[in-house]
C-alpha cells in the first residue's frame, strides 16, 4: 500500500496569514491513465472530513479560491492563501490512484495562534 | 443534494457483532462504488472496506478482513457493513463515503465496543 506522509503535524497560524502542509507518498501517484489521483479533505472539529481538493489541483464544489493544491510525482502540496476562523481543523491528504485501498495522510492540524 | 445517513451504531461486548446501515440519496447509487472509513476516538482516517457499483467486487483492510462484510442493495439505495467478532480497537466513527473520489462523507455512526 502506498503511504502518505504529512508535515507539519500541526500549524498554528495567524488569522489572516497563509498557511501551507506538505504531503509526500511513498510511490508516484501518477495513475497509468494520466491522472494524479491526490485529494486533500478538511474536518472540522466534530464535523465528518469533507473533500477541498480533487487530483491535485481542482476545488470541489463550494470550495473557497483562498484553498489550492500544487505538486506532482510524489510531493503536493495543500495552501490556504489566508486563513479565516472556520478553517480550524485538521487537514488529511489522500491518495486514490493505487487503490485499493484508499490511503490517507495521518493528518495536520491548523489552528489559530 | 447528495447525502449519506449511517446508521446501527452503539455499544457492542467484545465478540458481539453489528450491522451498519448507509442510506444513499441525491445521486444515483448503483453507478458509485461506496466505501466504509473509520476514525478511532482522537485518530486518523482508516481505510476499512470498498464494494463496487453492482457489489461484485469487494475490498478489506487486514484489520477487518474475515470479521466484516460490506454488501450494497442497490435497489434499496443502501449500503451495509456487517461486523462480528468486534474488538476494543474496533472503536470508531465509521463513516460512508461515496466513490473512490470520496467526495461526500456520512457524519458517522460510533460504534463502541467494551464491556
Known amino acids: 500500500d502506498i503511504v502518505m506522509t504529512q508535515t507539519p503535524l500541526s500549524s498554528p497560524v495567524t488569522l489572516g496569514q497563509p498557511a501551507s502542509i506538505s504531503c509526500r507518498s511513498s510511490q508516484s501517484l501518477v495513475h497509468s491513465d494520466g491522472n494524479t489521483y491526490l485529494s486533500w479533505l478538511q474536518q472540522r472539529p466534530g464535523q465528518p472530513p469533507r473533500l477541498l481538493i480533487y487530483?491535485?489541483?481542482n476545488r470541489f464544489s463550494g470550495v473557497p479560491d483562498r484553498f489550492s493544491g500544487s505538486g506532482a510525482g510524489t510531493d503536493f502540496t495543500l495552501k490556504i492563501s489566508r486563513v479565516e476562523a472556520e478553517d480550524v481543523g485538521v487537514y488529511y491528504c489522500?491518495?486514490?490512484?493505487?487503490?485499493?485501498?484508499?490511503?490517507f495522510g495521518g493528518g495536520t492540524k491548523v489552528e489559530i495562534k | 443534494e447528495v447525502q449519506l445517513v449511517e446508521s446501527g451504531g452503539g455499544l457492542v461486548q467484545p465478540g458481539g457483532s453489528l450491522r451498519l446501515s448507509c442510506s444513499a440519496s441525491?445521486?444515483?447509487?448503483?453507478?458509485?462504488?461506496m466505501h466504509w472509513v473509520r476514525q478511532a476516538p482522537g485518530k486518523g482516517l482508516e481505510y476499512v472496506s470498498a464494494?463496487?457499483?453492482?457489489?461484485?467486487?469487494?475490498y478489506y483492510a487486514d484489520s477487518v478482513k474475515g470479521r466484516f462484510t460490506i454488501s450494497r442493495d442497490n435497489s434499496k439505495n443502501t449500503l451495509y457493513l456487517q461486523m462480528s467478532s468486534l474488538r476494543a480497537e474496533d472503536t470508531a466513527v465509521y463513516y460512508c463515503?461515496?466513490?473512490?473520489?470520496?467526495?461526500?462523507w456520512g457524519q458517522g455512526t460510533l460504534v463502541t465496543v467494551s464491556s
Open positions: 463515503v461515496k466513490d473512490t473520489m470520496a467526495d461526500y
Open positions: 487530483k491535485i489541483s
Open positions: 489522500m491518495q486514490a490512484t493505487q487503490f485499493p485501498p484508499l490511503t
Open positions: 441525491g445521486f444515483t447509487f448503483s453507478s458509485y462504488a
Open positions: 464494494i463496487s457499483s453492482n457489489g461484485g467486487s469487494t
